[in-house]
């Protein structure tokens, strides 16, 4: 249930008072555990954070320090209020990597065409933003051209597997036409 602006500045307004979390999920018909993540989120990052407000996209490399993190023995949930996230979508974060890798990690929405993935980005407000996590340690520039370098050749290794593909349809294709004209 997505709680409306007045709910969440009620609530921020019961935490300051000290009212416990069991009362304030009762009077909101919230789990305790989703208002103990509010509570921990509010004390930690401010009123902003429990407010609806516009998205932020994270790096895979950030991504890749949270699951870190988590395998290093940090509860999800502990992850998820430090970044400022849903448990969700740390969740997410972790089992797309247990399930497809580094590339799962990828995000593939929006419209779809020419990758870009091996391009700096310039200006991007991703990049901008300072980390809430000052624990992500950054690449060095030797790292991020090594990993620009493999992004672009695993790009490149893909369209081939894809050439090869369609060539191998083609070819089976026509096997099948002659086949029957036989």
Wanted: hydrophobic letters at 30%.
């Amino acid at each position: 249930m997505k709680l409306k602006e007045e709910d969440i500045l009620e609530i921020a307004r019961m935490i300051d008072e000290g009212i416990g979390r069991a009362r304030i999920a009762t009077k909101f018909d919230l789990n305790e555990t989703t208002v103990y993540r509010l509570i921990a989120r509010y004390k930690l990052h401010g009123i902003n954070a429990i407010l609806h407000s516009e998205q932020r996209q994270y790096t895979i490399e950030e991504k890749m320090a949270v699951i870190n993190r988590y395998y290093q023995g940090q509860s999800k949930s502990s992850l998820a209020i430090e970044i400022n996230v849903s448990f969700t979508v740390v969740s997410q974060w972790i089992s797309k990597y247990e399930k497809l890798g580094y590339n799962g990690l990828i995000d593939n929405r929006g419209r779809p065409g020419k990758t870009k993935m091996w391009r700096p980005r310039k200006n991007s407000k991703i990049e901008q933003q300072t980390s809430t996590n000052e624990a992500m340690a950054p690449l060095t520039d030797e790292e991020r051209q090594e990993l620009n370098e493999l992004r672009k050749k695993t790009y490149q290794q893909q369209m081939e597997i894809d050439c090869l593909k369609k060539i191998q349809a083609l070819v089976q294709q026509r096997q099948n036409r002659q086949t029957k004209k036989k």
